[in-house]
């Protein structure tokens, strides 16, 4: 089993910056892509960003791209999205998942390629 748990989330207005941390647990964590998602309100689950098993390649969306930044630390079993520059449409809940592959081979944009989920952060941009 894995458990996935984020944090970092809260209010900011528009213009500033958040630090999203994802820590697992279990042995597997240096072994899997990671990716994170967001649920803006009323509208579905999408992708975010994500970054495979070494930390040496990363996709993001076209939404975020050059605004939010995935890391990971295997040895802490944390992944990261820092977000900058952030808009009110960034509103959302944000969701870190396991990836069900090592590398971004396949589709790490959709929800069905991931096999662990965590319970959300809600990150509030103001206008």
């Known amino acids: 089993q894995v458990q996935l748990v984020e944090s970092g989330g809260g209010l900011v207005q528009a213009g500033g910056s958040l630090r999203l941390s994802c820590a697992a647990s279990?042995?597997?964590?240096?072994?899997?892509?990671m990716g994170w998602f967001r649920r803006p309100p009323g509208k579905e689950r999408e992708f975010v960003a994500a970054?495979?098993?070494?930390?040496?390649?990363?996709y993001y969306a076209d939404s975020v791209k050059g605004r939010f930044t995935i890391s990971r630390d295997n040895a802490q079993s944390t992944v990261y999205l820092q977000m900058n520059s952030l808009k009110p449409e960034d509103t959302a809940v944000y969701y870190c998942?396991?990836?069900?592959?090592?590398?971004?081979?396949?589709?790490?944009?959709?929800?069905?390629?991931?096999?662990?989920w965590g319970q959300g952060t809600q990150v509030t941009v103001s206008s």
């Open positions: 279990g042995r597997t964590f240096s072994s899997n892509t």
């Open positions: 970054i495979d098993w070494s930390g040496s390649s990363t």
């Open positions: 998942a396991r990836y069900q592959n090592p590398d971004l081979s396949g589709y790490p944009t959709s929800t069905r390629r991931y096999d662990y």
